[in-house]
Nanobody, 119 residues
Framework: QVSLVESGGGLVQAGGSLRLSCVVS????????LGWFRQAPGKEREFVGD????????NYADFVQGRFTITTDNANNTAYLQMNDLTPEDTAVYSC????????????WGQGTQVTVSS
């Protein structure tokens, strides 16, 4: 069983930065993958990026273009999504999700946090 709690969303001007946090509670972090997704109004949810918890290997969607970085703080069981150079097109509800035991399916989801970028 895994539980996820996000925080850090808010309102930011275009060109600004935000850091989202995802506190993870899990029985084991071996084989755990942590992903970030977003869903804008009227659009389907899309993959932002993910990280393998133990190796730190990351993977990002093409639209990130080096602006976003996913990291983990193992001491605090927290994953972060650092977002820089934000644009109004980045406005969405951002959610973290976890897949366990080297699964390819994100089974556990956080509640989401709103990110709004003003022009």
């Amino acid at each position: 069983q895994v539980s996820l709690v996000e925080s850090g969303g808010g309102l930011v001007q275009a060109g600004g930065s935000l850091r989202l946090s995802c506190v993870v509670s899990a029985n084991t972090f071996g084989g755990l993958g942590l992903g970030w997704f977003r869903q804008a109004p009227g659009k389907e949810r899309e993959f932002v990026g993910d990280i393998r918890w133990t190796s730190g290997r990351t993977n990002y969607a093409d639209f990130v273009q080096g602006r976003f970085t996913i990291t983990t703080d193992n001491a605090n069981n927290t994953a972060y999504l650092q977002m820089n150079d934000l644009t109004p097109e980045d406005t969405a509800v951002y959610s973290c999700a976890a897949r366990v035991a080297w699964s390819t399916t994100f089974k556990y989801w956080g509640q989401g946090t709103q990110v709004t970028v003003s022009s």
